[in-house]
């Protein structure tokens, strides 16, 4: 799917800073499958693209309730099950791949327990229950900036994968 934006959108992004800036490609990216991520809107996306949307939502989850709070939301196959952390090492971020895969072990021997349904104390007491996702969190948090970067300027240097900038 071709993404339009318009170049001064780019650049006043660019301008805010990288999070701006990748955040203009997410949110036009997202705009063009109607704003929901499944399966006939995954179709529609190049590689590169559904690459950024992925990474944008494991940085969200995992920022706001981390490794636990991703899975328990239904987003651990999307992530650990696809050649996402491969996607991360090919776009220069070989600490963020790792960690994923890191994740990605976690995953496979606790997500169908994180998956169930639970009240929002039970789901609450899930971080207390799995502490070995911490970890994974804390190494998250610390290189969120530097990995945001790497993004940045994988889509600095590949802007046709993500979007035709209009003049």
Same mark, same amino acid.
């Given at each position: 799917?071709?993404?339009q934006?318009?170049?001064?959108?780019?650049?006043?992004?660019?301008?805010q800073?990288?999070?701006?800036?990748?955040?203009? %490609?997410? $949110?036009?990216?997202? &705009?063009?499958?109607?704003?929901?991520?499944?399966? !006939?809107? @995954?179709?529609?996306?190049?590689?590169?693209?559904?690459t950024?949307?992925?990474?944008?939502?494991?940085?969200?989850?995992v920022?706001?309730?981390?490794?636990?709070?991703?899975?328990?939301?239904?987003?651990?196959?999307?992530?650990?099950?696809?050649p996402?952390?491969?996607?991360?090492?090919?776009?220069?971020?070989?600490?963020?791949?790792?960690?994923?895969?890191?994740?990605?072990?976690? %995953?496979? $021997?606790?997500?169908? &327990?994180?998956?169930?349904?639970?009240?929002?104390? !039970?789901? @609450?007491?899930?971080?207390?229950?799995?502490?070995?996702?911490?970890?994974?969190?804390?190494?998250?948090?610390?290189m969120?900036?530097?990995?945001?970067?790497?993004?940045?300027?994988?889509?600095?240097?590949?802007?046709e994968?993500?979007?035709?900038?209009?003049?």
């Amino acid at each position: 799917m071709q993404v339009q934006i318009k170049e001064t959108e780019i650049i006043q992004a660019a301008q805010q800073g990288m999070d701006a800036f990748v955040d203009v %490609f997410y $949110k036009h990216i997202m &705009e063009g499958i109607g704003g929901e991520l499944n399966a !006939e809107g @995954m179709q529609k996306l190049q590689a590169d693209q559904i690459t950024l949307l992925a990474y944008m939502i494991f940085r969200e989850e995992v920022m706001d309730g981390g490794f636990v709070q991703l899975i328990h939301n239904g987003y651990g196959p999307f992530i650990f099950l696809n050649p996402f952390a491969k996607a991360m090492r090919l776009w220069g971020a070989k600490d963020f791949c790792n960690l994923i895969y890191k994740g990605r072990k976690l %995953f496979e $021997k606790y997500g169908e &327990e994180l998956t169930k349904e639970y009240s929002d104390e !039970e789901f @609450m007491a899930l971080f207390e229950k799995y502490p070995e996702f911490d970890d994974l969190d804390d190494e998250f948090i610390e290189m969120e900036e530097e990995v945001t970067e790497t993004v940045a300027r994988y889509i600095d240097e590949h802007l046709e994968q993500f979007a035709t900038i209009e003049k």
